[in-house]
């Protein structure tokens, strides 16, 4: 079992940045896969940015140039790296992993874009 602890929303203004960290905690050796995914207000939820154990990203074409994964193998930590942010992409972001078994969602945290 995994456990996902997301952190860092927060209201910012539009052109803003925000950091946000998802640690993970458990059986952490198993992951081999993991991710940040966001879902606004009466929309599905939507796949922002992932990356793998060997260092793979990709990210979604509206974030593209704007938005960064990164991780920390020794703290077990991922990170989704927010910037020229714009109002739709406020929503409430999901941090993801997989150990290739089982998928693991943390419980959101709230990025809200406004002026």
């Known amino acids: 079992q995994v456990q996902l602890v997301e952190s860092g929303g927060g209201l910012v203004q539009p052109g803003g940045s925000l950091r946000l960290s998802c640690a993970a905690s458990?059986?952490?050796?198993?992951?081999?896969?993991m991710g940040w995914f966001r879902q606004a207000p009466g929309k599905q939820r939507e796949v922002v940015a992932t990356i793998t154990t060997g260092g793979t990203t990709n990210y979604a074409d509206s974030v593209k140039g704007r938005f960064t994964i990164s991780r920390d193998s020794a703290k077990n930590t991922v990170y989704l790296q927010t910037n020229t942010l714009k109002f739709e992409d406020t929503a409430v972001y999901f941090c993801y992993a997989n150990d290739g078994l089982l998928e693991y969602w943390g419980q959101g945290t709230q990025v809200t874009v406004s002026s």
């Open positions: 458990g059986s952490v050796h198993a992951i081999n896969f």
